[in-house]
């Protein structure tokens, strides 16, 4: 457990790994690398270190910005730390599928830049045998529309972190239905809620990666 709490700490505190010198008085100690090996190698599962440790200290992390007790720098250390975290047990989520359920297309909407969720989600995604198409962050309209083209069958998937990008989602959906596809849609990130999601006209949301892995399977087989 304390060890879990050491990984939030530094995902915090924004300390990368032994190499990095920032913060200063971390600077040569083991980081959120070394410490999420060691708790691999302890035998804690992925998904205790996911949200007991890394997605528990980006909680943190946004309330201390709230606070202003620390900046967008200090925010983009703690963001690396934690992405350093999620490639390490990447692989252990992701596995080895053979058999494709379906396929999501995946993007952060445009004028956003927070690409921590949308990621995670995609990891569960494929976790789950899921086809991930990732648009990456800031994706405008018409990428979304030019990849659901090609596949009419896909589900698009669609973050915001931002309660001034929320609204570019309606402009996703919109440009869709002009467009004449019939992609579903489901949404997510902080600000996002259910009643948003039906407001827009999206089928489907989910407050965390890992319900938005039922959520995907449900709408994909209805
Ligand atoms: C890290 C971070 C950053 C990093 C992002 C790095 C990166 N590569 O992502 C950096 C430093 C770049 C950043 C920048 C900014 N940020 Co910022 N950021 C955060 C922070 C601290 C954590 C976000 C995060 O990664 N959380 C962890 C992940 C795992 O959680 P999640 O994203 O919510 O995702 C989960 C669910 O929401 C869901 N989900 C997410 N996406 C999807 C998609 C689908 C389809 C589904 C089904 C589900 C789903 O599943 C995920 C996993 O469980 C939040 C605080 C917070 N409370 O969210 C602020 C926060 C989002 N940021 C904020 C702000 C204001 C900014 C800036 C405007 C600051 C500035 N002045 O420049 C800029 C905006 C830049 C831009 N144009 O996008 C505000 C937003 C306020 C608002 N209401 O709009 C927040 C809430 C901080 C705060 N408390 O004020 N930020």
Redesign the pocket.
């Known amino acids: 457990m304390d060890l879990l709490k050491d990984i939030e700490t530094l995902v915090v505190r924004g300390h990368i790994d032994a190499a990095s010198n920032y913060p200063k008085d971390l600077s040569g100690k083991p980081g959120v690398r070394e410490k999420v090996a060691e708790a691999l190698e302890k035998g804690f599962s992925p998904q205790d270190i996911l949200l007991n440790a890394?997605?528990s200290g980006?909680?943190i992390?946004?309330?201390k910005?709230?606070k202003n007790e620390i900046f967008?720098?200090e925010?983009?250390f703690?963001?690396k730390a934690?992405?350093n975290g999620l490639q390490q047990i990447r692989p252990l989520l992701v596995g080895d599928v053979s058999i494709r359920v379906g396929t999501v297309i995946?993007g952060?909407v445009q004028?956003?830049?927070?690409?921590?969720?949308?990621n995670?989600?995609g990891m569960m995604l494929e976790g789950a045998g899921f086809e991930v198409i990732d648009l990456g962050?800031?994706t405008p309209p018409d990428k979304f529309v030019a990849m659901a083209r090609q596949h009419p069958d896909a589900l698009i998937?669609?973050?915001?972190?931002?309660?001034?990008?929320m609204k570019n989602m309606k402009a996703v959906i919109d440009s869709l239905r002009y467009n004449g596809l019939k992609n579903k849609v489901?949404?997510?990130?902080?600000?996002?809620t259910e009643s948003f999601a039906n407001e827009i006209g999206a089928e489907?949301?989910?407050?965390?990666?890992?319900?938005?892995v039922s959520?995907?399977k449900q709408l994909l087989s209805a």
Do not use: R, W
């Open positions: 890394l997605i980006m909680k992390v946004g309330e910005y709230e967008v720098p925010m983009l703690s963001a934690m992405k995946l952060t004028g956003d830049m927070h690409d921590i969720g949308k995670l989600v962050i800031n998937g669609m973050s915001a972190l931002l309660t001034v990008t489901m949404i997510g990130g902080a600000p996002v489907g949301y989910s407050i965390n990666a890992n319900q938005a959520l995907a």
